[in-house]
């Protein structure tokens, strides 16, 4: 690939690191991005919540509500409604379909304003929500919650990734996750209070993620946009400025030279063909198939199962409306201090440890789990109080392990790998892969608990080997590499990836035969 070369030279003899100091304005910049974090979180947090809370039902699905309050109802079926899973999931299939557009937002207009129409979006969806005085109102405004997740999730963590120094481009990413972790024990604190105000409770949670919204839409007016994006833009000087800016020092030439040729060889890549056509290519390959799996392995550790029913669950499982909420909580809080582990450790032990060491202790828990599920909860019957604070320990080992690993690490390394010329395109496809799979999971979930009973978690246990596989197998490590030198240093050098530079490889040989 033509980006290849023009690094060759520069990184010839190994490894170089930029100039530059960590300022307190980059972590601003991250900051503020990472809000974009905290709005997915508090949605994906508060759905669980709101559909188990008794006034929310009767007004808007009084035949679950019904089913709920029935004595003899199966445990594992009684929340099983399909347009009950449409108020959760509507959200991701609006995210799926706008993180494309937000690509060619993000390369049209930058950033920082895709974040910005991330934020208007939430405002709209969330008053929508809030008010929502029947169904319809409530799904619109789901939908417009969507697009602001499609344009937030798409745009923060390449915002993130290019604002970072290399060094600690790993733990400036996660701070997106670690809002996401943030938003969800919010959203689980908000409800477990709500759950008490009658009949408006559930319009105080809805509401709430009005909060985030307003904060990024401020914070977004005091940060910089990323100098890739600047200069990628033709502002070049504005572009050098920044980068002094977040750089803290006027000595950033090497770092500037190297975003100046990326940009160059995009430009030149994107006129011969548009990035979405040259995703198709061989060399592209690589980093697509990783964006993709990283994201659907993600939603099939089951993840989103526990963050969305985590309520709905716990009450399964017999605890009372309070005590489930409580439980939700404690693996809220457990998730957002994991996630801590991961900003610490990311960018010294690397990408792929964290995220072997996770899969051993997800198999470990979930097997467990499902094991306890399938002996002590029949349809009709709760465990004992002992097996019930047992199935909370394991789902909290669960959640830690995939909190400081697959959690951020999905979000990361597809906005660390794609060359600049298809960046924003590859990584739409990551954003669509999470929506739809989180979509999935949303919408099916319930029903295969229905049907699939404890087995559930062997399903995911399941997928949890194939993950460990692919990682071993398929994942290089990205630790340290500056972003705009991945495909030298990290695709070309990959035992099976390299294959897919030898047509790019001879076609430039031959044209270097010519001249
Ligand atoms: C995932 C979400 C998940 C969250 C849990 C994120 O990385 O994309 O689907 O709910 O982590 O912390």
Redesign the pocket.
Known sequence: MAGGFAVDAKVAGGRREFKGKITWYVWLCGLVAATSGLMF?YD?GISGGVTSMDDFLLSFFPAVYARKHRARENNYCKFDDQRLQLFTSSLYLAALAASFVASILCTRFGRKRTMQAASAFFLVGTGLCAGATNLAMLIVGRICLGVGVGFGNQAAPLFLSEIAPAHIRGALNILF?LD??IG?LIANIVNYFTSNIHPAGWRYSLGGAGVPAAVLFLGSLVITETPTSLVERGRRDAGRATLEKIRGTADVDDEFDEIKSACEIAAALREEERPFKRLRRRESRPPLVIAIAMQVF??FTG??AI?FYAPVLFQTMGFKSDGSLLSAVVTGGV?VLSTLVSIVLVDKIGRRKLLLEACVQMLIAQSAVGGIMWVHVRANNNPSQGWAVAIVVLICVYVSSF?WSW??L??LIPSETFPLETRTAGFSFAVSS?MLF?FLIAQAFLSMMCYMRAFIFFFFAIWIVLMAAFVVALLPETKGVPIDEMVDRVWRRHWFWRRCFADADADAAKIDSYC
Do not use: E, F
């Open positions: 979180g994906v996750q996401v972790t969800i993600q939603q993840i989103n963050m998730n909190a959690g951020p999905g979000w999470n989180t």
